[in-house]
């Protein structure tokens, strides 16, 4: 309730509830706000009855504001027939953009990186202002969190900040899941991917695709668990997230990883040494060598990864 107007949040009420709202004496010197028309659980009928009542029986301002693109069919059809004039809002998303990066913690560190969590977004799709905000208050936390090493290398800042925005934005949509997180890299991903079953990566993958910005959701640049304190639980540890980052396979030394290193950076080595260790992969698997959760879990992945790609 506000000093000038009142607002009627449609989502929560129930028709008993609605109808002790409206009274036959109303004060029509106020305008009256229905946000969230297309969440409503009021019958319709009700509804449209109770804001024709507000606006021809008592000589209301009456506002409705409704996501349009969500409004069922019936919904559409008594829009047209009720409302007296409908504006159309789109959000300014670059002019919002600009407005939070300069207010934010940091403006003058999140040159480096404006423009990869711009584009981002637009791949994203997420036409929310309010995800944008919060998308930048993460990012410029995790940006705190990023070692020198990584500013000066416009590749891998890209890498890891559009990975974390995609996730972040589709997880404040509501569209991923922790769960999801968890599985992103993991074997419950491609074994769910081999029963051809929708998945929201597809889509998320597809959006970058066409908007032309790289996604690598392999990357392991930022590992599950810190994907989850971050995105999930608002945990910003900078050790771990260091440590997440020195052991990725950009940093960690080869010689401390099994097999399944050479083949994953099979561009950076000759024919012969990839050929090499897919035969030691194979042999380990074989021989059941490999003990290390770590290494039992990057080795699995890669091998469902070469079968998903014959």
Known sequence: MKANDVTLALGPLVGNIANALIKEKVDNSKTIVFDDLERCS???EDLFGAINKYVEHHGCKVIVIAHDDKLNDEL?????KIFGQVIKVTPDIEGAFNQFISKSKAPIAFEAIKDIIYKSFLASECKSLRILDYMIND?????????DKLYNNKRLLSEIFVLFTALNINYRLGKLKAKEIESRNSVLYYVKKDTNADDIYDEIKENYKNHEVPLRLESDLLSNEVLIDTIVNGLYDKDKITKSIDNSRHFIKPESKGPWFTILNFDLYPTTDVDNALEELYKQFEEMQIIENGEIQHSINLLFMLSEAK
């Open 42 to 44: 009021i019958n319709l």
């Open 76 to 80: 559409t059809d008594k829009k047209e």
């Open 139 to 147: 990012c410029a936390r995790l940006l705190s969190c990023i070692p």
